[in-house]
């Protein structure tokens, strides 16, 4: 028997018996019963890697025209998403890198622990990932804010220093977690245990577990179906994510031919459940479940053909860029590199030496890092590399520990809390009844060091806020405080360091409740 053969029999085996523990009931125990030993060649671990890192690329550039375009609503049919230019990717690059947060992103991590070793620092990741050049926005950009404030991992996610600790950021950033740790998923998780707290907490950090454990069992399977669900056991069965997720694959099972109504029964399900500032009662999702769930339903449907795969992910809306790139990163894992068809591979392959914005690394020296990083993840994990072939120690994947965001607390209303905040008139207060609240608001201001400064007083406690006016380590919410009690609370802000040329502009207040 050929060693091509051999692995192609085992990633069969491992198929079939990763199947059996998905046709069961929800309520049933699942059984893994995974060879406990999973033999690839060096040349078969290296297409996986490589084409775990195209495939988001690619997922990422053709989803990318329609981020956020679609709100709360699928792309129609009649939507040309364009494609086909030999030299669309390296376009893209060199256009828009900005795009290509989910890969620099990424990277970030990968570089650290190229140049710091794997059990590099959290300290050190959280530093590289606060100084970075690149722009950040929601749950990355808070994060960025408290380190550069002093509040260091895992605080820097925690929802109560983080209003969006909910949202997707560690789930498009944590691919390389699942590539670096082929067939096993509790490495995966352990690794972004450490990285995906610097940002996110709850169902935030749930997004990036889920994915990480796709991608580790699409090394050991290219049954999509067994990697969505055996994947799913590393999630808490308590916990919103699970259930919006389970909630998809029942539909999927309900309504195998139609995803657009397993999407409808997904958006039924977490409507109005996003505690993201910008998110709450508006067609915006940004909510990590939301958008894990549009990943389940494109791969799900997708039935592993690549391009209807991309394609359903990217017309679910949404985060409809960083969406596909999971689901094209965890398909492409599965039937490798070699296997992604020509017409998404091509213009793939023109930009692989091109680095990505804010780096200096290219797709290439990505694959070379990635496969270095795995080898040395299988052998601590208890497998053997060998001059042609590596043997890993695969695992069953466990259920991470349970976490929640804003526990005890239910969605109220958008309230205007319209001001702004100059030498002329620094002060504003106004009251609100609510058990938490969060302020949306920015700086504008000429001098780009400008650091505004204010107190905020909620019913005689005073707090301190900073807001820099440069874009890189803006604040990205005002103000917040989950930890008040149920009743009236009378909020003052005052800017204590009025300068000509600068004002902070306050919005909206987003007030919680007690949850009933």
Known sequence: ???????????????????????????????????????????????????GWAGQVIGCTYGGPTEFRWRAKMIPDSENIPWGEPDYIVQMMK????????????????????????????????????????????????????????????????????PHADDIDYQIEADYAGIMSPAMPNSASEISDRIGHIMNYGDGWYGGVYVGAMYALAFATDDIEAIVCEALKTIPQQSKFYKLIDRVIKAYRTYPDDWKKCWQVCHEELDGGDFCTE???????????????????????????????????????????????????????AIGYSN?????????????????????????????????????????????VTDNKVIIKTQKPK?????????????????????????????????????????????HSAPRDYVAELEVEVDGQKEIVHMPAA????????????????GTHDIKIRLMNPVDGAKVECYEAILMNKAK
């Open 1 to 51: 028997m050929t060693p091509n053969i051999l692995i192609k029999s085992i990633a069969t085996l491992s198929a079939a018996i990763l199947m059996l523990s998905c046709s069961t009931s929800p309520q049933q125990e699942k059984k893994l019963r995974m060879p406990s030993k999973l033999t690839l060649s060096k040349e078969t671990l290296m297409d996986k890697i490589k084409g």
């Open 340 to 384: 992604i068809p020509e017409e998404w591979i091509a213009p793939l392959k023109r930009a692989e030496d091109i680095d990505f914005a804010y780096t200096t690394t290219s797709l290439n020296e990505t694959y070379q890092m990635s496969y270095s990083h795995a080898l040395e993840m299988i052998e601590r994990g208890g497998g053997k």
């Open 95 to 162: 256009r828009q890198p900005g795009l290509y947060d989910d890969i620099y992103m990424d990277l970030t991590f990968v570089e650290s622990f190229e140049r710091l070793g794997i059990d590099a620092p959290v300290d050190s990741i959280a530093l590289a990932f606060a100084h970075a050049k690149y722009p950040l926005w929601h749950a990355n950009q808070v994060a960025r804010h408290n380190i550069l404030y002093g509040i260091m991992p895992p605080m820097s996610g925690h929802w109560h220093n983080n």
């Open 279 to 333: 998110g709450v009662h508006a067609p915006l999702n940004i909510d990590a479940s939301m958008n894990s769930a549009y990943i389940v339903i494109g791969l799900l449907y997708g039935q592993g053909d690549f391009t209807r795969t991309l394609d359903i992910t990217t017309r679910c809306g949404q985060d409809s860029d960083c969406n596909p790139a999971s689901a094209g990163g965890i398909l492409a894992t």
């Open 399 to 443: 259920a991470v520990r349970f976490e929640q965001c804003f526990e005890g607390l239910e969605l109220g209303k958008r309230m205007p809390a319209r001001a702004t905040l100059t030498t002329e008139t620094p002060d504003f207060a106004f009251s609100a009844e609510c058990a938490a609240i969060a302020i949306t608001g920015r700086v």
């Open 471 to 486: 874009h890189l380590t803006r604040r990205f919410d005002v103000y917040w405080n989950y930890k008040l009690s149920q």
